[in-house]
């Protein structure tokens, strides 16, 4: 509970004594159905240890969720507060995978007793109960198709309360906004519930037919052909980040003086995303694509990359194509979506004097225009052959500067607005062992020097072109130019970021 935001522990709190509350008439009033109650508790207790003790030793994929259709079964079949209690067990016992473990065991409990009691409720109100058959009414025959009616509201009100809780923990646990905190989570959890939900009625009607108990047993075999389903679904997408981290490895050995920008560039994309309120799906595509912009780098010859000297013109066109490579290495990945456009326009810039299109303002696709901003902050801010890394706050500044020229000021503020509340933690720091920032210039070589710390002043007299971020070597021209491109020739796309754009101008990338 510690490590919890005072609002999220009186949240959570909340939720315990609320489904204390639900449960305590099952517990304190006579007539509870207790061998039902222990039947179903026990069978969905042992559905959740399944997951985390799998009898034959395979490991169980992760995001598997929790057996509803179990808990929905006791919401058709027993009354709201004993629903609630058999929710219990299993989910105190389900699978957690962050921490605090038991805070969120506790949670878990909580939030599902408050949802079965709340669905069962719904069922209630409308007649469930005599539309599936009494208990002591033996043999007879449920009220066909009237009973999936008060099912079906009781699936999407348990659907709706647990989506409620989730979005409030979101809010108060990671301080999210509160338009963010519920979008997507609804949209993503009712057809799920709606099948567990539809299980639980087959479960239900079997225990109340004459074959009774072992009839509803069978319903198990549905369930599990359905979680192993989703468990293909989970393996997909390891399989997918198995294939997007093989890139990115990829391009990390072959330019190492970039390692962890992908990442860093991917967490500051999704920041981006996620302050500007787009989908849960959406802006997972966003991360990817900032994971993956520099891909295209795989077809630059690696003597370019490492080039420890000034590009020609020659060299520096080659680079300029990293965008149009990385977007024909990932054309037939399906998955990427949207992020193979951003991969293709990352370096295109609002008033058009990017590449390779040239195109300006709303032509550029969004999450190119996300990857831009996210791209060239993580390119002030990380240590690189050439520079330092500048402060946050220094670079956020250079990005305000160059909003509506070279960025969208629209990304600029959403990544400015979520620094200020978040902070920036990136999560790789594997460039932190680049030891190559030499410490003095040779005297007899002031052409070629490499820059000892950023300067923070606008760019001296040069070729005009576009404005870009002050504080880094201009590659338009002169002894400051020369020396970035001599000293880290591979860095085409944090530098131009870094440069705003004017290494484009002049001819050059590095």
């Known amino acids: 509970m510690r490590v919890l935001p005072p609002g999220a522990r009186a949240y959570i709190l909340c939720a315990v004594l609320g489904a204390l509350a639900c449960v305590l008439p099952a517990l304190l009033r006579p007539g509870t159905p207790w061998a039902a109650v222990a039947t179903l508790g026990g069978l969905y207790l042992a559905c959740e240890l399944v997951k985390v003790c799998p009898p034959f030793g395979e490991r169980v994929p992760e995001g598997i969720g929790s057996f509803f259709p179990v808990v929905l079964a006791a919401v058709l079949l027993l009354p709201p507060s004993a629903a609630a209690l058999v929710a219990v067990p299993g989910a105190l016992a ?57 099912a079906a509201v009781a699936a999407v009100v348990f659907c709706l309360v647990l989506t409620a809780l989730d979005g409030g923990v979101l809010a108060t646990a990671e301080r999210r906004p509160a338009a963010t905190a519920w979008r997507g989570l ?57 294939t997007i981290r093989a890139l990115v490895q990829a391009v990390d050995i072959k330019d190492r003086y970039t390692r962890g920008h992908s990442e860093r560039v991917g967490q500051a994309s999704a920041m981006i995303a996620r302050e500007l309120g787009m989908a849960e799906d959406r802006l997972e595509v966003v991360r990817i694509a900032g994971i993956l912009h520099d891909v295209g780098k795989l077809g630059v010859p690696t003597r370019i990359l490492r080039k420890d000297g000034p590009l020609t013109p020659e ?50 696709p969004v999450l190119a225009r996300v990857v831009a901003v996210a791209d060239a902050f993580d390119a002030m801010t990380s240590t690189r052959s050439y520079s330092r890394a500048r402060p946050v706050p220094t670079a956020l500044g250079e990005l305000e500067r160059c909003a509506g020229a070279q960025f969208d000021p629209d990304m600029v503020g959403a990544l400015v607005r979520a620094i200020g509340r978040h902070g920036w933690c990136p999560v790789v720091t594997s460039d932190d062992d680049l030891q190559v920032i030499p410490q003095a210039a040779p ?8 820059v000892p710390a950023p300067d923070p002043t606008p760019e001296p007299a040069g070729p005009p072109g ?21 000293t880290h020739a591979h860095t085409d796309a944090e530098a131009d970021a870094e440069t705003g754009g004017a290494a484009s101008a002049a001819g050059g990338t590095g």
Do not use: K
């Open 94 to 150: 389900g699978t957690v995978v962050q921490r605090p473990a038991l805070v969120r065991r506790v949670w878990h409990g909580a939030q599902q007793a408050l949802a079965a009691w709340a669905a069962g409720h719904a069922h209630g109100l409308l007649g469930g109960p005599a539309a599936l058959g009494g208990p002591g009414e033996p043999g007879r025959v449920a009220d066909f198709p009237y009973v999936m009616l008060p």
């Open 186 to 242: 609804l949209t993503r959890s009712l057809g799920p519930h709606c099948v567990h939900g539809l299980a639980g009625l087959m479960m239900a009607v079997m225990w109340r037919s004459p074959y009774g108990l072992p009839a509803a047993l069978l319903v198990l075999l549905p369930m599990y052909i359905s979680c192993w389903v989703f468990a293909q679904y989970h393996r997909e997408r390891a399989a997918h980040r198995a």
């Open 315 to 364: 060299e520096r066109r080659i680079i300029e194509l990293h965008p149009e490579y990385g977007h024909e290495m990932v054309r037939g990945i399906g998955f990427l979506g949207e992020a193979r456009a951003a991969i293709l326009h990352h370096h295109e810039r609002v008033d058009g004097s990017g590449y390779p299109y040239g195109l300006t303002g709303e032509q550029i």
């Open 443 to 450: 005297a007899s070589a002031p052409a070629s020097a490499p």
């Open 466 to 486: 576009p404005p870009g971020l002050s504080g880094l070597p201009a590659q338009g021209g002169g002894a400051r130019a020369h020396t970035n491109i001599h």
